[in-house]
């Protein structure tokens, strides 16, 4: 073979070798910029404090922040929100948070206390909406909801959540009210829990079973009901 021929078929495979090498580089350098010990995310959504860290973190196929034993805080004037996860993924450019596996929160609001354990929790920063589609037992001052899904949302007023399928408990002197609905409201600005939905309701003793109930967890009775029936407990 003419050694010109033999000459440029070397140098081919030398820039082919060079160019193969060169991709191996940027790759580790990519894996090596996106992985971070010790991360700690510090930035502001809309007059909210947030900042998450964690033991370490890594960029996803979806450019999500994956961040392993996570713990958040949100603040803003009147509120604050500490959450801890096994792990939560964090899109930047959508303001979203998702926790997932042993998820625990625990939200202040004016003299409004909320804890939340689930297996999964999104956060949206951008207009203050936690929600979850998965079994969810959420504590509020006095009351106990446990549901398989929920969405509650903060604002000035204070706190709104919607439960689905959701089984209320309240403390009430030597009982315990106890209730069920395909979905529950709950309104902290008016100390009003609705069910709604084949809604039955045990105080006391006394079932009521309804379309629609409205009851005030501050003064422990029921103001509305909608197509009721009422039976005592034997």
Known sequence: MDKAILLLLLMVNLINSANLAAKEVRENEIQTNSYMENPDFNYSVKQKIVNLKGDYSFLNNNSQYVVSNAIASVKDKDSSTFITSLEAKYSKNLNVIDFLNSVSLKTNKNTNTFLINSEFLQYNLSDS?????????????????????????????????????????ISNLQSLDKGYADKIILSSDDNILILDGKASFNQEGMIIKSDLIHYDYLEKKIIKSINSQIQNQI
Do not use: P
């Not at 969810?136 to 909801?145: Q, W």
């Open 129 to 169: 909406t936690l929600y979850t589609n998965q079994k969810v037992k959420t504590i509020f001052n006095e009351v106990l909801l446990e549901s398989d899904g929920l969405k509650l949302i903060t604002d000035s007023r204070g706190i709104n959540a919607v439960f689905d399928k959701g089984i209320v408990q």
